[in-house]
């Protein structure tokens, strides 16, 4: 059973350019989850999805972010016009239910680098 | 604010000894929860404790909780190299709360051979 597969591992992007960031949770997974970790810290939530609906997206940035779950394919996580602040790894975790009752299982992130 | 904070921030012992790190939250949990994350890698999840549970053991891992003083600890026995890493506490609020996990800032384990 595959884990949670996120491309891709490591993007470089200029200052005004876009950057998108895939994630496919583990089969029979319908929650996910994207995190931002900026170096040396903690990860800090951003937004979790179900298929086709964003349940909560209070930790998302009011401009240039949005993210997705179609009914078919991964999860995108996509930052419009990104600046060199957006530089940090991009994690994706799902769950096969709604969390408060088990763990979440990490992929191995996506390191976005903004020139 | 981030929910959880940990101290020590980083932490250097010796192989076969014992790592103790901590946790403080300051909302009502469901649950606890500690990840391990190797660097440049992605979180892996260790150890989940419920907020009825006071402590819980897996292998070398013992964790416990207080919730009236809304703390956690996370104990390694007998450390190796291989547990060299970042530990993490996670946690997650009620239902009616939302279904996000929240993250503290992570103890750095050394450990030396």
């Known amino acids: 059973n595959a884990g949670v597969m996120q491309n891709p591992r490591h993007l470089v992007r200029r200052r005004g350019q876009e950057a998108r960031l895939r994630c496919s949770p583990m089969?029979?997974?319908?929650?996910v989850y994207w995190y931002r970790q900026l170096p040396e810290e903690g990860l800090k939530f951003m937004v979790y999805?179900?298929?086709?609906?964003?349940?909560?997206e209070s930790g998302m940035p009011k401009e240039r972010f949005s993210a997705e779950f179609p009914k078919e394919g991964p999860s995108i996580l996509r930052i419009q016009q990104v600046v060199r602040g957006d530089s940090a790894a991009y994690f994706c975790?799902?769950?096969?239910?709604?969390?408060?009752?088990?763990?979440?299982?990490f992929g191995e992130g996506s390191r976005l680098t903004v020139l | 604010s981030q929910q959880g904070e940990e101290d020590p921030q980083a932490l250097s012992i010796q192989e076969g000894e014992n790592a103790t790190m901590n946790c403080s939250y300051k909302?009502?949990?469901?649950?606890l929860q500690w990840y391990r994350q190797n660097s440049g890698r992605g979180l892996v999840h260790l150890i989940l404790?419920?907020?009825?549970?006071r402590e819980k053991h897996s292998g070398r891992l013992r964790v416990t909780l207080d919730t009236s003083k809304k703390s956690s600890s996370l104990l390694i026995t007998a450390s190796r190299a291989a547990d060299t890493a970042s530990y993490f506490c996670?946690?997650?609020?009620?239902?009616?709360?939302?279904?996000?996990?929240?993250f503290g800032q992570g103890t750095e384990l050394s450990v030396k051979p």
């Open positions: 975790a799902s769950s096969p239910r709604l969390l408060g009752t088990g763990e979440l299982f």
């Open positions: 089969k029979g997974h319908s929650h």
């Open positions: 996670a946690t997650a609020g009620p239902y009616n709360q939302g279904g996000k996990l929240i």
């Open positions: 404790i419920r907020s009825n549970e």
């Open positions: 909302t009502s949990i469901n649950n």
């Open positions: 999805l179900q298929k086709e609906n964003i349940i909560d």
